[in-house]
């Protein structure tokens, strides 16, 4: 069975960071281009990023272009995402998934346990 559990979210004040941290099993992580997604407040899914298997192509939305990093550690399971300069708009429930493309519709199954982040003064 594939489980997903992100963690790290919290409360931050604008301009703050914060580190997300998703643990997988069920499935070959090593080998799976993977996603950070995210759902705001009465929107649908938007896909944030994505990492290759072995982390050598990275890719991000233009919204968190050159403040999130997305990271990956294969011999835990691990996958990271990292961010900085907060703004409100990034309040969102946010969830790791196997890379299924760009849009955020393609995730409304497949993801899992999300974890909130809250950006707010």
């Known amino acids: 069975e594939v489980q997903l559990v992100a963690s790290g979210g919290g409360l931050v004040q604008p301009g703050g960071s914060l580190r997300l941290s998703c643990t997988a099993s069920g499935f070959r992580f090593s080998a799976t281009t993977m996603a950070w997604v995210r759902q705001a407040p009465g929107k649908g899914l938007e896909w944030v990023s994505f990492?290759?298997?072995?982390?050598?192509?990275?890719a991000y939305a233009e919204s968190v272009e050159g403040r999130f990093t997305i990271s990956r550690n294969n011999a835990e399971n691990t996958l990271f995402l990292q961010m900085n300069n907060l703004k409100p708009d990034d309040t969102a429930i946010y969830y790791c998934a196997k890379y299924v493309g760009l849009s955020g519709r393609n995730y409304d199954s497949g993801r899992g346990q999300g974890t909130q982040v809250t950006v707010s003064s």
């Open positions: 990492i290759t298997n072995g982390g050598h192509r990275t």
